[in-house]
Each structure stands twice: as structure tokens, then as C-alpha cells.
């Protein structure tokens, strides 16, 4: 028994290790990015979307003040998809697969939290994109 307490012990200590390579720290970032890419439909969307906007705010030429307002209102949407899918992810593995309400209430503002960064996206497009929509008429 004593064994496996510092078999356990040892894990627990590597587990919590900072990564001393900065290099190991990007890769493990971008692998969060590609598993929410390829798991999360709705980064997958809220990428297209994303892509679809900065070529329509490219179209309607954008000021660079607007332009960058664009980019920081997509990043806004897509760090809060990764941390929903991260909670979401972290709520699984503590409850396993059974119901809990606050498991629920933790899903459930993470997920809020993304769509209201969403609402808040549409809204900078329309104020961005609406005036120049109405130039080009």
C-alpha cells in the first residue's frame, strides 16, 4: 500500500509540473486549439464564421481601427469556445457520466458565456459592416 501512495504521489507531482521547454508549452497549447477544433462543432462554425467576416470586412475595406476591433471581438468568441470546452471537458471527468445540477449550472454558464460573446459579435459586425454596406447602395 505504501507503494502506490508514492507511485500516486509521484504523478501527482509530474502532473503539476510547469514545462520548462517553451516550445512544449506552444505545442500543448495548439493541441488544446486542434482538439476543440476537431471535437467542438460549434468552433468549427464559429471559425467559418469568423474567416467569412475578416473577407467581408477585407471587401468592404475596413478602416485598421475597425479591422481590429473585428479580430478582437472573433478572438473574444473563440477563447471563450476553448474554455467552454475545457470546462465542459473537466465537468465529465469529475461527474463521470452521471446528473448533476451543478455540473449542469457549470455546462450551462459556460455555455452562456460564449453566447453572449456571440450576441456581443453580431452587434460589432452590424455597427462595422452596416455603414458600408449602405455606401456601396
Known amino acids: 500500500m505504501q507503494h502506490k501512495s508514492k507511485l500516486e504521489k509521484k504523478r ?3 502532473s503539476f509540473r510547469i ?8 505545442r500543448y497549447a495548439f493541441n488544446g ?22 473577407f467581408l470586412g477585407s471587401i468592404l475595406q475596413l478602416e485598421k481601427s475597425a479591422y481590429f476591433i ?14 467552454n470546452t475545457s470546462i465542459e471537458s ?12 451543478l455540473a449542469k449550472i457549470a455546462k450551462d454558464c459556460s ?3 460564449v453566447l453572449l460573446a456571440s450576441i456581443n459579435s453580431i452587434f460589432v459586425a452590424l455597427y ?3 455603414p458600408k454596406i449602405k455606401l456601396l447602395f
Open 111 to 113: 455555455a452562456g458565456a
Open 19 to 26: 514545462s520548462e521547454n517553451v516550445f512544449a508549452s506552444f
Open 33 to 54: 486549439i486542434k482538439y476543440t477544433f476537431q471535437n467542438s462543432r460549434n468552433f468549427k462554425i464559429q471559425t467559418g464564421i469568423a474567416f467569412l467576416s475578416l
Open 12 to 14: 501527482r507531482e509530474k
Open 70 to 83: 473585428l479580430i478582437v471581438t472573433i478572438f473574444s468568441v473563440l477563447i471563450l469556445e476553448i474554455l
Open 128 to 130: 462595422l459592416f452596416i
Open 90 to 101: 473537466l465537468v465529465d471527468l469529475v461527474v463521470k457520466k452521471k446528473f448533476n445540477n
